[in-house]
């Protein structure tokens, strides 16, 4: 799967996002090192903490059907050009950054962006 494709997919998923309170939503679409492909979106909660990222949501999907090594996540948002993870969910995809690493995926003006995850989590936290 090509990143231009991801993006399509991430979204899609954007269409389903549950955001009554803050109007912004979020998909996601993760490709694993096994070549698979889990989309996520953004849902929140009256109890903001409970809110879950679309990243979250599709790297959760992934982690349920046995995945544990991804190579590439791609964002998206109608409502922001270049739209990458917040900090949590850098972290969480970084704890299953592929050996081969991991590409985050934006869509700007022009085409695309791509990111190693080292680049927006720099020294990140890792046993």
Partial sequence: MNYEEMIKLAEKASENAYVPYSHFPVGACILTEGGKIY?????EN???????????????????????K??????????????????????????????EGLD?????PDGIKVYPIEELLPQSFIL
Avoid: H, W, Y
């Avoid at 190579?71 to 972290?91: H, L, Y």
């Avoid at 985050?104 to 700007?108: A, E, F």
């Fill in 39 to 43: 989309t996520g979106c953004n849902f």
């Fill in 70 to 99: 991804i190579k590439a996540a791609a964002i998206f948002s109608p409502k922001m050009d270049n739209c990458t993870p917040c900090g949590a969910c850098r972290q969480v995809l970084r704890e299953f950054k592929s050996d």
């Fill in 104 to 108: 985050i995926i934006t869509k700007v």
């Fill in 46 to 68: 009256a109890s903001f903490g409970l809110t879950i990222c679309a990243e979250r949501n599709a790297v959760g999907s992934a982690i349920a059907d046995g995945e544990r």
